[in-house]
């Protein structure tokens, strides 16, 4: 049973290009979660998605980031026109579908995103 | 407001010793976890414990959780050199449980 697929692991981009994260949840997961990790910070919350749904984007920049996580295939941040303070670490996670609280957030390895 | 604070921030320690790690949050938690991030690799689950319950084990580590002072230990007996990692808690809200929380971390040392 995979776990949390990301790709790219590794991505550098040139200020003002385009960044696109992919994320593929762990089988039989329908929530995915984006986080972004600083250097020697803790992970921050991004955006809480459910399949062609937005359920929570409140730690989203308001401009230049969006995601989606369509009917078929992957999770996508895309992150537009990017800036170094855009150099992070982002991390997906995926959890169960569930009525009440998720028991746990299963993380992928990460995509390590550098700005020139 | 910013849940899940982790003291100490780095701890340092002999293999074979006892690793002690405190994590502090704000407001009312369905659940608070803890995960392990070895350097530059993601994040591994270690172990999960509800508001209601007040201890749990698995293996090596042991939770304690005290909701009346909002705050959890992280217990690593017999520490290995493999534990060199840090560790994060991560709290849900009581009211939100679909987004965590995570302090900044404690980074171990565990010196062989």
């Known amino acids: 049973n995979a776990g949390v697929m990301q790709n790219p692991r590794h991505l550098v981009r040139r200020r003002g290009q385009e960044a696109r994260l992919r994320c593929s949840p762990m089988k039989g997961h329908s929530h995915v979660y984006w986080y972004r990790q600083l250097p020697e910070e803790g992970l921050k919350f991004m955006v809480y998605l459910q399949k062609e749904n937005i359920i929570d984007e409140s730690g989203m920049p308001k401009e230049r980031f969006s995601a989606e996580f369509p009917k078929e295939g992957p999770s996508i941040l895309r992150i537009q026109q990017v800036v170094r303070g855009d150099s992070a670490a982002y991390f997906c996670?995926?959890?169960?579908?569930?009525?009440?609280?998720?028991?746990?957030?299963?993380f992928g390895p990460g995509t390590r995103l550098l700005v020139l | 407001s910013q849940q899940g604070e982790e003291d100490p921030q780095a701890l340092s320690i002999q293999e074979g010793e006892n690793a002690t790690m405190n994590c502090s949050y704000k407001t009312s938690i369905n659940n608070l976890q803890w995960y392990r991030q070895n350097s530059g690799r993601g994040l591994v689950h270690l172990i999960l414990?509800?508001?209601?319950?007040r201890e749990k084990h698995s293996g090596r580590l042991r939770v304690t959780l005290d909701t009346s002072k909002k705050s959890s230990s992280l217990l690593i007996t017999a520490s290995r050199a493999a534990d060199t990692a840090s560790y994060f808690c991560?709290?849900?809200?009581?009211?939100?449980?679909?987004?965590?929380?995570f302090g900044s971390g404690t980074k171990l040392n565990v010196k062989p």
């Open positions: 414990i509800r508001s209601n319950e």
């Open positions: 991560a709290t849900d809200a009581k009211d939100n449980f679909n987004k965590f929380y």
């Open positions: 996670a995926s959890s169960t579908l569930k009525a009440g609280p998720p028991e746990t957030q299963y």
